[in-house]
Each structure stands twice: as C-alpha cells, then as structure tokens.
C-alpha cells in the first residue's frame, strides 16, 4: 500500500472531520479511502447509463471484436 500526502480545503477537512464523527469512517485514511471508492464506483454506474442510453440511440458497436479492438 502507498501513501499519498494530499492537500484539502477546509470545507474536505470538515467533510472528513464529519464522516468520522457520524461513524462513516473510523479515521481519515478510511473516509478518503471510501470517497474514493464511492467515485470510482459512480463513475461506473455512469457508464452503464451511458451504455444503455447510446444503445437506444442505435449506437451499438457491431463486428468483429477482434477488428473493434484495433481500432480503439
């Protein structure tokens, strides 16, 4: 595991400071941790929204897998 030194506003030091007084997370380390879970796992969400709305578009990728990955 790696330790990153980040710089927070003080509006994300309350944030944090918050998560742990409510119990969401037991130290600093864990509510960035969890935060940026919590992103990471939005972002995917959002991806297969994405995915759903473009294939009611019509918007679907068609052929040979193979072919489509050397075009990416």
């Given amino acids: 595991m790696s330790t990153l030194s980040v710089p927070l506003t003080p509006e994300l030091e309350k944030?944090?400071?918050?998560?742990?007084?409510?119990?969401?997370?037991?130290?600093?380390?864990?509510?960035?941790?969890?935060?940026?879970?919590y992103f990471s796992e939005e972002q995917a969400v959002q991806n297969v929204l994405i995915?759903?709305?473009?294939?009611?578009?019509?918007?679907?990728?068609?052929?040979n897998l193979r072919d489509l990955l050397k075009q990416v």
């Fill in 51 to 63: 995915a759903q709305r473009e294939a009611r578009e019509g918007k679907l990728l068609k052929g």
């Fill in 15 to 37: 944030a944090i400071r918050e998560m742990i007084k409510a119990g969401v997370a037991p130290n600093k380390a864990e509510a960035v941790r969890m935060a940026i879970k």
